[in-house]
C-alpha cells in the first residue's frame, strides 16, 4: 500500500517499472541481453465511473535500453481523460500508450518532436498531458523544466508547478485536499513588496478561514500571456530565470495559459 494511500499515484508506477524491468533482466540477460534492448511498459489509471463523479486520469511510464546492454532510461507521463466514456477513454489510453512507445525508440534524441509525437491521432478535447518527466542515460541533457513549459506552449496542458527546489511536481498531487493562496504576478524580478503581499494575504487568509499558515499552501502564479506580453514570445532563458528566482525565495511556483483568472480555480 502506498504511504499516501492513493492507488494512481507516481509511486505506484515507479514500482512496477522497477518490478517488471527487473524480472526481465534476471530472466532474459544471460540468453538475450547482449543483442536485444529491453523494455518495460506500465500504467495505472482510474478511468470514468457510473456515476460520472470521480477525476479521471492516470499515470504511464516506460524504463527501457537505447542498445543492447545500455543504461537504463526512463520516461513518465501523467494523464487526464477526458471523454464522457470510460470505453472511449480506453482507446485514447491505448493510442497514447502506443506513441509513447515509439517516441522512446524513434524520437530520443528530440524531446519537443518526443512530446508533440504523444498526441499523433489525439486531440485536447480527449486527452491532456499535464507532466513529464525524462530521465537516465539518453536524455542527460534534457532540463524537464524547458519540457513541461513545451506541454504548456502546445496546449497540451492548463498548468505546470514547480516546488521550492525547482522540481516539476504535479500540481493535483501537491494541492490535494489542501488549503491553496495564489498570488498572481509577473515577479520580473520578484520583488520586497511582493513578498509583503503573500506574506500579508497568507496571514489573513489564516485568520479567515481559522487554520495555521503553515498548513496553507502558498503559491506563486505567472500565466504565459504575461510572459509573452513582456517578451513577445516565452523565451527559455527568462522563463527559467523568473523560475529560479522564486524557488531560490522558498515559493511553489505555477505557470499557467489563463490570461483569465478566475479560471484557475
Not at 522563463?239 to 480555480?265: E, H, M, S
Request: hydrophobic fraction near 40%; charged fraction near 25%.
Amino acid at each position: 500500500k502506498e504511504p499516501s494511500g492513493r492507488y494512481v499515484c507516481e509511486s505506484r508506477l515507479l514500482k512496477m517499472l522497477e518490478k517488471e524491468f527487473q524480472l526481465l533482466q534476471e530472466r532474459l540477460s544471460d540468453t538475450r541481453g547482449k543483442d536485444h534492448q529491453f523494455f518495460a511498459f506500465s500504467n495505472t489509471v482510474a478511468a470514468l465511473n457510473f456515476s460520472r463523479t470521480n477525476e479521471a486520469h492516470g499515470w504511464m511510464g516506460v524504463r527501457f535500453q537505447h542498445a543492447p546492454g545500455s543504461e537504463i532510461s526512463e520516461v513518465v507521463i501523467h494523464v487526464r481523460m477526458l471523454d464522457p466514456q470510460n470505453v472511449l477513454q480506453q482507446d485514447a489510453l491505448g493510442i497514447i500508450g502506443v506513441n509513447l512507445m515509439y517516441a522512446c525508440f524513434f524520437l530520443q534524441r528530440d524531446p519537443e518532436a518526443f512530446i508533440n509525437s504523444l498526441m499523433d491521432h489525439l486531440d485536447v478535447s480527449r486527452l491532456e498531458v499535464n507532466f513529464i518527466r525524462f530521465g537516465g542515460k539518453v536524455f542527460e541533457g534534457v532540463d524537464n523544466r524547458l519540457m513541461n513549459l513545451h506541454l504548456l506552449k502546445q496546449g497540451m496542458t492548463h498548468a505546470i508547478m514547480f516546488d521550492e527546489q525547482g522540481s516539476v511536481v504535479l500540481p493535483a498531487d501537491h494541492l490535494h485536499k489542501k488549503d491553496v493562496l495564489v498570488v498572481r504576478g509577473s515577479f520580473r524580478p520578484p520583488t520586497l513588496v511582493s513578498f509583503d503581499m503573500i506574506k500579508s494575504s497568507l496571514a489573513q487568509f489564516s485568520k479567515d478561514i481559522g487554520k495555521d499558515e503553515s498548513e496553507i499552501v502558498a503559491v506563486s502564479e505567472i500565466t504565459i500571456s504575461t510572459l509573452k506580453a513582456e517578451a513577445g514570445d516565452v523565451t527559455n532563458e527568462d522563463f527559467l530565470a523568473r523560475v529560479d528566482l522564486l524557488c531560490a525565495l522558498g515559493q511553489k511556483t505555477l505557470i499557467t495559459n489563463y490570461p483569465q483568472y478566475y479560471k484557475l480555480a
